[in-house]
């Protein structure tokens, strides 16, 4: 049922001679390797005598532990140590060790440091066994008692007592503070005609991803390390592991070529790869350690969310004064937030807005990022918030975006480089039917099921990040293309291999893609879609360096057509250096590396992407959405969304389209379906498994429509491109929402929208 976009060009025959591969719907270049198996995830790593650790964690969520005795677990046939804090090796003593560059201002945990115990869940112990059952077996046996404490965990319980988040330290807490006020937003809510105002409620949510949090490090001898582990930045935890551990950089190796999901999971350095590395130095073998699903509830989460939305109206439907209030959560030890309440700032013209912020500090671990942190749930009540306006003024929904639309980042007061969320406005509404709406609610029928139609607007960041790329061409007209970067499944292999192939003149089958390995040229985390735009500049930066190269090169040869010729005159094509004003001018690469007597060229280069901020770089997107209830059951069915989307340039139509029709699925899990549920008696969570945490599967998705509208932007890169991995959710739970209320003339603002909701 799932349809295809509008991005056209689906090509299964590419020329080789490229200039046609960036934009075009290329199949993943690792896909075969990931559907056969052969792509290789960080638990499947192996070697002779690997060891394997399993995980004893707390079953308080606040204290100190008194005593472990692991007699039981060590009498066990196969185990070969237990190790706790009570004997572990050394590791740092100092909080700037164990920050890492997705650390959030505070004191990072330190597993199986001391004594105490911040969470329930917390790793107190690791059994060490021949196999990995055994250590499974071993770890039920080991017994801890605690000195218990009285915790906290639940945000409405820890609201009062919240607090703002401390100014920021650095540039990247930076990102991160909430705006300035603007104008009077209280005078301007007083005197507004129309007016709303209510509080929404987004729970803790979990990701998800098939593959779980794994880590083998092979004890490699002299102390060196190789560290398969499940991360989004290899360097990031490279250089982690070293401040942690007091080891030297080239003694630690760290590789995740592949990763099965991560959604902003595997950001920071997680605690099982602490654990396998203290225990390969310990025993001075390799060791594989694997969270069971059940750990995955206990690590990084969303944060849940209390939000006060109040709007003020001119009668005309134009913003008068925004007011955004909203309480998240963190932990005791780190200050986790993002810019939440920074994204009803920036989307609507409104000259009068204020915002507050504040933590609760609950006995959980730290929340963390998870696909378009800050934004999927604060434009959730942002999006609610404004259909409510729009009833109120007895607007259409979308005649109040249009109303409101902001030509200028609201917060900067500077134009966007590009914002062509209009036509997503249009196309979108127009691929929907949405001028066949009747806006009354409830007055659409479809047999026993009520018909509801909402709409919401999306808004993320196109984001960059200072990156080092690697090209080697080779005069066989094989280039190898390298970056430490990761691919954490969002299609990164297969870009960077187009844009290669189109800078080089060469077939995609001939390029080949290194990533994920510490060693390879520095890259940040991928995250905060910024990989994408980041690593094809890189790589157009680091192949117009190889084609300099090869003009310079060519320039040499006897009669070169070339003399006095500059880089931009010329380009790659056909495995050949040619002309761009006249065609027949064309050497061989292969020729011009013979006579220079070199077998291949090698470049390697840093693209910055300076920005002297006087544009603001955003996507926007907007999402329309059929639901269907049950009237009798409350039982609802998302049977349509659309979603239109100003990304910039499309690097690949079908990798771009699966982003964005994942991103949906996650938007319908989360308008539905997604909740972690904590016992707050024990601050344990209690649905910690896929079973109980309810994710949309097959039966509920139907039919999801992508469409890109044209976003030319000459300003955010050279090559117009913006990163598709977050848009995609933001705003989604918010049409749906606003589809229930059209369909039941029930507004619920406490998500997941189940049942009991609807019917009480
Ligand atoms: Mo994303 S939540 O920055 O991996």
Redesign the pocket.
Known sequence: MVKDTTQGAATQSLPNNGRSYIGAAVPRIDGRAKVTGKARYAAEFNTQGLLHGSVVTSTIAKGRIRRIDAGAALRVAGVVAVLSHENRPFMADNDAAYSDDAAPKGAAFRPLYGDRIMFNGQPVALVIAEESEIARFAASLVRVEYDEESHVTDIYQAREQAVPPKPPGNPFEAMFAPPPPRGDADRALAGAPIRHGAEYHTPIEHHNPMELYASTVIWEGNGKLTVYDKT?GVQNVQRYLCSVFGMKPEDVRVMSPFMGG???SG?RPQYQVVLAVLAARALQRSVRVVLTRQQHYVLGHRPAMIQKIELGAHADGTLAAIAHDAVTMTSQYEDFHRQETGWSALLYACANAKYAHRLARLDLATAC?????SAANSVFALESAMDELALALELDPLELRYKCYSERDQIADRPYSSKNLRECYRQGAEAFGWSKRNPAPRSMRDGRDLIGWGMATGIWEALQVPITVRVALGANGQAEVSCATSD?GTGTYTIMAQVAAEMLGLSIENIAINLGDSTLPQSPV????WIAASISNGIVTTCDAVRAELLRLAGRMPNSPFAGAKPEDVALTGGNLVSRTDAALAVPVSAVMRHAAVDRVVEEKTANFPDDGSYAHNTHSAIFAEVKVDEQLGVIRVTRVVNAVAGGRILNAMTAHSQIMGSVVWGIGMALHEETLIDHRFGRTMNANIAEYHVPVNADIHEIKVIFVDERDDLVNPLGIKGL??IGIVGVAAAIANAVYHATGKRVRDLPITLDKLLS
């Open positions: 989004q991560g959604f902003g950001l990022d998870m696909r378009a942190p954490i991928e995250g905060g879609s991995g977050e």
